[in-house]
Structure formats: C-alpha cells, structure tokens
C-alpha cells in the first residue's frame, strides 16, 4: 500500500525537558519520520523556539517541584478544531495527564483511532508521596483512560501480564532500544574519572576504587535513598568506592545535604551523559516504580554491570550474576547486601568478574536497537489506522508481535 500514515502524537513531555518518556518518545519520532507524516501536540513553554508547522502547543501549568515541567490543561475545543482541518489517520497518547486526556475524548469523538503508552506508575508514585489514599482513584482511572483505546503499548511482557491482570486490556508489547552510537564503552574519559577520586587534592589509584554511578531524577519515587544508605554502610565498612549520583529533582538539595559522601553532579546530557556512564564501574538503580528504566539500556551499552530490583528492563533482559546483581527479594537489606557482594567481588584479579559481566551485557546492549523498535510500532500503527487494508508501511519489513 502506498499510502502514507497521518499520526498525531500528543504528549505533555518532550524535549528539551529530560526524563525517560520525553527522550524515548523523541528518539522513536526522529525513527518514523522517513514513513509517516506525524504532528507533535505538545504543552507549550516559554523557552521553546517558534514552532514547527506540523507542531501544536497547547495551555499548560507548572508542576510544583519541577521547575522544567509543565501539565498541559484539556484541550477539547483546540484539538477538535485542529483535527476536523487536518484529521489524522490515528492519534498516539503517550502521556495519560488532563491533555492526554481531552485527546483521547476528542479522538473518540470524532471517531479517529487511538492508542497509548502505558509509560509510568502513576498509582505507584501516591504512596511515595503519602497520598496513599489516592492510590484506587488512581489505578481506575488509567484503567479507565487505558481501556477506552484500542491498543495499549507496555515495553515488557513482564508488566503485560501485570496490567492484564489489573484489567487492563488491549495490550502489545514493544521493548524501547539504545543509541549504541551514543552510549558505548568508547566514551570513557579517563580525566573524568580522575576528577572523580580526587581526595582533598590527592588523587586516589582508579585501579583499586570502583565507581559506582546511578543515573536518575532525584524523586521520592526513585527510592535512592536506599542506595545512598547502602553506600554509607559499606564507607563505614572500610570500602574505597565512589558513588557519582548524576541528575536533578526536588529532593537533590536534601540528599546531598544528608549524604556528603556521596558526589552530585547535576543533570548531565549528550556526549557529557555518555562519558558519565561510559567511567564508572557499576551501575546501580533502586527504583522500584519504573515501567521500564532507559538508563538501565543505557548502562548496558556502556558495559556497566547493573545492580537492581527485578524490575522493569532489568528482568525484561538481565540474569542475576550474569549481568550484574538483580535482585528478586524488594528490600532495602538485599540492596545493601548485594553491594557488599559487589565491592567484595571487585577484588577478584583484574576486576574479572565485573569485566566478564560487563562483555555479556553489552552483548545484550547491541540487539536492542532503535531501528527494531520503530519497525514494530510503524506495524502496529498502519494496522490501526488502515484495519480492513491488508498492507504494510512504507518500509521493507516488519516483525509483528502478538497482541496480547
């Protein structure tokens, strides 16, 4: 079939605003871009430059705590105006928030295709910031807004099976993938690392201190207080590891302030971000609200071994001692013992173990690319948008995953 798809995106993050949805969501348009004609609807900023004739901004609202962040507010009459003119073939929902929310109403409405990402735990996130009462509300309604599309994106088989058996329905799986020209053991910067285990001007050996690295928004969410702590437990212990916290959020001030030990350097992006990953030793990420955790993949490429909670891409893709420490037992003790396990196991010769590990995870790394990716959605979304054609998109092949 020749003809070519018409995708409205709307999301209520993205670029130049950091986060694991805004970036994912970026990389996969850049992808699709030679197949589809796409418009980007989008909560608009004071600092974004004009924009792009197929680029709709919309009314937002700061969100306190995120001072880069903003929600978008419904749009119902801005989308329906917009969409009679020039109707798109489908509408993609990545963000579930009160904009994502008038699209999918006025989608329906005008009866256009839709889709969605399931990209956060929102339902999760409450009790971190005790509103534990607000979790029911929470989870019916993404069961609601999820269950009014006519497919649901998740990116692990693991969280498919969750949701399904949350009653949510229309599920297809589609992994997320790395820019392995981005993220690589080539970016290593062995004058960063230095920096890093500089002591009061005496620099200590980088072959006998391993740095460890957590890649995050400091949230309540991300739970990086337990690797703080683990941390803290092994300094006392007599370990002379270095921890680099890389990223920012509205509980950055308080963390560095109770945990001097440990280095903060602020948000970090492009080639910077890949340097940071690419001199450190060990990954270590204790979220446990993730849908999926990008960094995780970008450790990966960057031959980190990955200590973590089972969760998300960690047990989509990782093995316990294989790839690192991944940890089936949720508590903070386990986190804390398998870091000891860690430190104890760079004292093998050569630091093999960690070596060894790090050659298998990026074996792993180097089949997650975004180019897989962009083919299975451009499948899923011709599919949706033209269901009584029997045609593919413009591109030469196409692995078609079975909806779950």
């Known amino acids: 079939m020749d003809r070519r798809l018409r995708l409205a995106v709307v999301t209520e993050t993205f670029p130049p605003e950091v986060n694991g949805v805004s970036l994912s969501l970026a990389k996969l348009l850049e992808g699709i871009g030679p197949f589809c004609d796409w418009q980007l609807v ?50 993609h929902i990545a963000t579930e928030g009160p904009l994502g929310l008038s699209a999918l109403q006025t989608a329906r409405s005008l009866q256009i295709p839709v889709c969605s990402d399931f990209r956060t735990h929102f339902e999760q996130y409450v009790d971190h910031y005790k509103l534990a009462w607000l979790e029911p509300l929470a989870s019916a309604y993404l069961r609601y807004f999820h269950n009014h599309c006519q497919l649901n994106f998740v990116p692990t088989e693991m969280l498919s099976k969750q949701l399904k058996a949350q009653g949510f329905e229309r599920l297809a799986v589609v992994p997320r993938g790395v820019d392995l020209a981005r993220f690589g053991p080539q970016h290593r910067d062995e004058g960063l690392r230095a920096a890093w285990l500089g002591n009061g001007g005496r620099r200590l050996d980088p072959n006998k201190v391993p740095v460890l690295i957590c890649v995050s928004r400091m949230a309540a969410e991300k739970n990086l207080e337990v690797l703080l702590q683990a941390y803290r437990a092994a300094k006392q212990s007599g ?20 945990y001097p030990e440990a280095l903060f350097v602020g948000m970090k992006t492009g080639l910077d971000l890949s340097r940071h990953y690419a001199s450190a030793d060990l990954f270590c990420f204790p979220s446990q609200s993730e849908t999926f955790g990008n960094v995780i993949l970008e450790a990966m490429a960057s031959a980190l071994p990955v200590l973590a909670y089972r969760h998300g891409a960690s047990a989509a893709l990782l093995q316990d001692q294989e790839h690192g420490w991944i940890l089936r037992d949720f508590s903070p003790s386990a986190f804390h013992d398998a870091l000891k396990t860690a430190l104890d196991a760079w004292a093998t010769p050569g630091h093999s173990t960690w070596q060894a590990m790090g050659e298998k995870i990026l074996a792993i790394a180097k089949t997650q690319s975004w180019d897989s990716v962009v083919e299975l959605m451009l499948s899923h979304w011709y599919a949706l948008a033209f269901p009584t054609v029997k045609a593919k998109a413009p591109h030469e092949s196409f692995a078609h995953s079975q909806q779950l």
């Open 42 to 91: 989008r909560v608009n900023r004071h600092d974004l430059e004009a924009p792009m004739p197929d680029e709709l901004r919309m009314a937002g609202f700061p969100i306190p705590g995120y001072a880069r962040l903003r929600g978008g507010f419904p749009a119902w009459i801005g989308l329906r105006r917009a969409w009679i003119k020039q109707r798109p073939d489908l509408v």
């Open 239 to 258: 370990s002379p590891a270095r921890l680099v916290m890389v990223g920012d959020g509205p509980m950055r001030a308080g963390l560095e302030r109770d």
